[in-house]
């Protein structure tokens, strides 16, 4: 199942690149006009990928918040939200929807890796700009891809941050990794070492895990038999819950440290049956309950506005993807172009709302590298344990 | 190596294989259809057990009990409504309309409870543990599986044995049209093995619900490894199907121990090996059907 | 009123009538054999009577109702019980087990009851023994005792027919349809079937119907006979009449052997 599956996946995505690069620069009706600017997002609103599809409804909030202000230089945003089942054949046919149908001037976050591959060759050969793709994968920026601007913060990059966190406030010398054997938890591994090294230090285990793999007896016993006591997770909801239920089983109570990907505390709190407190995690946003001017403004927004969704990390991500593109088109003024839209965009510089500080330049894309860390209480409330850091190890910044 | 947890931990996820392989075999021992379905038909049933106790608050033994009743239903309707009136499909076909009923499933359980993972959890205390011998932890999870997967096999075994409908079931299996002319419903056999399957399924799928999260897609990688011990089991005999269970499960624990990249590949490169070698499986009884 | 016959029987396989218009009456108690050549359609009318073809047209009654259109096993519950040309047993199971299995039927105990019922004296067991009486009746009937538990895969050819007929017999049919029963055994096999063919219609309350093509066999045991090529009727009439008829010679016996 697992294999056709993936096999179906890639296939998919290799037909979709293939009709892609078919038509390039279709014939496509104007982004924008005198009274709108009309940007999308796709993201899976059905489907087992559908807990992360509140980003594209939290970008919502933020353009819902604007347009009651009053727009941007006289223009309100529409905007358009697609269903793509995190399917990256789907992912291809909503966005040419999207662009050849109704005309659209830039989109913004799109949950997924493999579905924003899908479409990232498409948007830049129609000169169509994509800010704050939500997923981590360093092909985005690199090499730079002049109409792609990115704001999630690199795995890797998040990895050494918190083995550097492990290592110097924790003070633990023994540590474990349990990484899904995919780009993504490469990554994590990757950081990692590559922190440990500075220290003279190397982990006393390296356990992958498949991404549907149910049973993980052994490689729990292997990290409890390495005397790890802190392990770092780089894999999915589900395996972390299996995670913390087999190591429960077995007696082995080491710190559990996870990747932002498990952030959302009351998911993970309620799937693991209160065995997620004391995780610690990167996360790339303020904390739910955060007291900051501009978390109350859009909190407050929410309960007005969308009482039917849960405050949760991946929802307000969906604002803090957004706001780099109503800030740009805010310095852009009344007279609108993509050409315009770029430079504005290349020209941001230590910009901060309710996530990390961003910084792009005509040649950097990679908006930051700084990520928070925080741990689980009691009821799933979330500690603070260290404000914004940056990756003093990040390769792509030289 | 902590030889004795790995023992424990290998027997008690192969019975929990060897528990959902039984469901597969029933069905394709009486008639000799692969399902598909099987994974999500569990998967549904864990589901409605999910619903009760989330919704309805009542105690754990009740809705275990209505969900057995919904899985027996669940079974006999899935066999009724999608594989009876396929008039003389191939065996292809069959494939097909459980892949289709799979779909259909997975389908209905996302649209009503969503996608995202739920908390499941049999009664059974998890502090609670027991060291018989220094360095190997039983759960009451793994007491619980060894209990309920013996009782099930014995049951299975007397049923099979001793009842009427279960030799009915026995000679439906070895010679359809000689079962008919001995007056055998055998519409009703079919009927009667995929309730049993569906039952024994879901029992199965709230083993799996609990050692990991409850979502629509849960079954698929158990579905996969207990139809790859079947068919070590040689698809055909339900003890064979336990040992073969068992063997996936040891064989996964030990060797993932040493190589955890090559865990989720090494039991299927045994079973490559083993049809190699024994191309009806390591217990199947030879016999060939008479063309 | 007639116990059995069957009325304007026909069927087609793509286009090619099979058994064509076929009739005849069947005497309570009598054994009717039909005789034809190879694929002249001797087995497609075992087939239509016993439910696993349903014919086009015409209509097969038994006791005065119309069997066309039930399923095999609603026609066995009814009391028609058959063997088949190519041997269909339980091979995996015992000699023993084959005969059980005939008195499906007659086990009127469920799962439950069987369950819970238990003791000498409750219906479960009562049941039980009459089975098992009738089903050793049926061994040492066909002389079976040497093989009553070897697993029917490993017994020969012949022995295998018999079983199969035995089978036949534990259902306590009406009517009993036998299919080439001889075909495979050597003489001395024959002599015996012969022998409790006769035996079965004296003892066992039940109308014969047999395909043969052992014409020593058919002369000597049957009542009436069929002559069937092409799927239609050649005759029908008392064994003299039959031998004698130059059609069936010509089509039947001239070109046999």
């Known amino acids: ?398 | 190596m902590p030889f004795g947890q790995l023992l424990v931990e290998g027997l008690a996820i192969g019975a929990c294989y060897g528990l959902f392989a039984t469901a597969v075999v029933i069905i394709y021992k009486t008639s000799e259809v692969v399902n598909f379905a099987q994974g999500e038909m569990a998967m549904f049933s864990s589901f409605v057990a999910f619903h009760i106790l989330a919704v309805y608050q009542y105690p754990f033994w009740l809705a275990f009990v209505i969900a057995m009743l919904f899985s027996i239903l669940l079974g006999v309707l899935i066999e009724f409504l999608f594989l009876r009136p396929a008039k003389h499909p191939s065996l292809l076909g069959m494939i097909v309309i459980t892949l289709g009923a799979e779909m259909f499933l997975m389908g209905l359980a996302s649209w009503k409870w969503g996608a995202e993972q739920k908390f499941f959890s049999l009664p059974l205390d998890p502090s609670v543990t027991y060291e018989p011998v220094k360095g190997m932890i039983v759960t009451n999870w793994a007491i619980a599986v060894f209990a309920v997967a013996s009782t099930i096999m014995l049951l299975l075994y007397v049923f099979f044995k001793y009842t009427r409908l279960g030799v009915a079931m026995r000679a439906t299996q070895q010679n359809k049209h000689a079962a008919k002319i001995m007056g055998i419903r055998t519409e009703r056999v079919f009927s009667i093995a995929w309730g049993f399957s569906s039952l024994i399924g879901a029992v199965a799928g709230m083993f799996f619900a609990s050692r990991a999260t409850l979502d629509p897609a849960f079954m698929m990688e158990p579905f996969l490894r207990a139809f790859a011990a079947a068919v070590l089991g040689g698809l055909m005999s339900i003890p064979g199907v336990i040992i073969g269970g068992g063997l996936m499960g040891l064989i996964e624990n030990f060797f993932g121990y040493y190589w955890p990249s090559w865990k989720p590949i090494v039991a299927f490169i045994v079973i490559i090996l083993v049809l190699c070698l024994r191309p009806s499986g390591l217990f199947a009884k030879h016999y060939v059907k008479k063309v | 009123m007639d116990y059995f016959k069957v009325e304007d029987l026909c069927i087609s396989f793509g286009g090619l009538k099979a058994v064509n218009n076929v009739a005849f009456n069947v005497e309570k108690n009598s054994i009717f054999s039909i005789i034809g050549p190879n694929g002249s359609g001797k087995t497609t009318i075992f087939n239509m009577i016993s439910g696993i073809y349903k014919p086009d047209l015409g209509r097969i009654v038994f006791a005065g109702e119309n069997l066309v259109g039930l399923t095999p096993d609603r026609i066995a519950r009814r009391g028609v019980a058959r063997t088949f040309q190519n041997i269909e047993l339980f091979s995996n199971a015992t000699v023993m087990d084959n005969l059980l299995l005939g008195r499906h039927i007659h086990m009127k105990t469920g799962v439950f009851t069987g369950a819970f019922l238990w003791g000498r004296g409750s219906r479960a067991a009562r049941e039980e023994i009459r089975n098992r009486e009738i089903v050793e009746g049926i061994i040492d009937f066909l002389d079976l005792q040497s093989v009553r538990n070897h697993f029917v895969a490993s017994l020969p050819y012949g022995k295998r027919k018999l079983v199969e007929v035995g089978r036949a017999l534990a259902v306590e049919p009406k009517i009993l349809l036998l299919d080439e029963p001889s075909a495979g055994m050597n003489t001395e096999e024959k002599q015996d079937l012969n022998i409790w063919i006769k035996d079965i219609q004296a003892e066992c309350d039940v109308t014969i119907l047999l395909i043969e093509h052992d014409m020593n066999m058919i002369m000597g045991i049957s009542d009436r006979i069929f002559a069937i090529n092409h799927g239609e009727k050649i005759m029908e009439g008392l064994p003299q009449e039959v031998q004698s008829h130059p059609e069936v010679i010509k089509a039947y016996l001239g070109e046999e052997r």
């Open chain 1, 1 to 398: 199942m697992m294999f056709r599956k993936k096999m179906l996946v890639s296939l998919f995505a290799a037909l979709a690149v293939l009709t892609v690069a078919n038509i390039t620069q279709a014939a496509q009706p104007a982004g924008f006009d005198d009274n709108e600017i009309r940007i999308g997002q796709w993201g899976p609103q059905t489907g087992p990928a559908a807990p992360w599809g509140s980003v594209a409804r939290g970008s919502k909030l933020l353009f819902d918040i604007v347009n009651e202000e009053g727009g941007i230089h006289g223009r309100k945003i529409k905007y358009f939200i697609r269903d793509d089942m995190y399917n990256p054949a789907q992912t291809v046919a909503v966005v040419k929807e999207l662009v050849e149908r109704q005309g659209i001037f830039a989109f913004v976050g799109g949950v997924g890796s493999a579905p924003g591959m899908a479409v990232k060759d498409y948007l830049a050969a129609n000169k169509i700009i994509w800010v704050s793709p939500s997923a981590a994968d360093k092909e985005f920026t690199q090499p730079l891809n002049p109409y792609l601007f990115a704001v999630y913060p690199l795995y890797k990059d998040e990895a050494s941050i918190l083995a550097k966190y492990i290592v110097e406030k924790l003070k633990t010398k023994k540590i474990g990794i349990l990484y899904q054997n995919d780009a993504y938890g490469k990554d994590g591994l990757e950081g990692a070492k590559e922190r440990l090294a500075t220290y003279k230090m190397s982990l006393v285990a390296e356990i992958p895990v498949e991404p549907t793999e149910k049973d993980f007896a052994s490689q729990i016993l292997r990290l409890k038999n390495s005397g790890a006591e802190a392990v770092l997770m780089y894999v999915s909801p589900t395996a972390a819950v299996i995670t913390l239920k087999t190591a429960a089983s077995v007696g082995f109570k080491p710190q559990w440290v996870s990747a932002n990907t498990l952030s959302d505390y009351p998911l993970m709190f309620k799937i693991t049956g209160g065995l997620w407190e004391g995780v610690i995690t990167g996360a790339f946003g303020e904390t739910p309950d955060s007291k900051s001017p501009l978390m109350v403004k859009y909190r407050d927004a929410a309960k007005r506005l969308t009482p039917q969704e849960r405050w949760g990390t991946f929802y307000y991500a969906g604002i803090l993807f957004a706001d780099p593109i109503v800030e740009a088109l805010k310095k852009v003024g009344r007279n609108l172009s993509t050409e315009a839209l770029l430079k504005a965009l290349n020209s941001i510089k230590d910009y901060q709302t309710i996530g990390p500080r961003i910084t792009w330049t005509p040649k950097q894309h990679q908006g930051t590298d700084s990520v928070m860390i925080q741990k689980c209480g009691p009821g799933a409330s979330y500690i603070m344990l260290q404000d914004w850091t940056t990756n003093d190890l990040a390769t792509w910044k030289k």
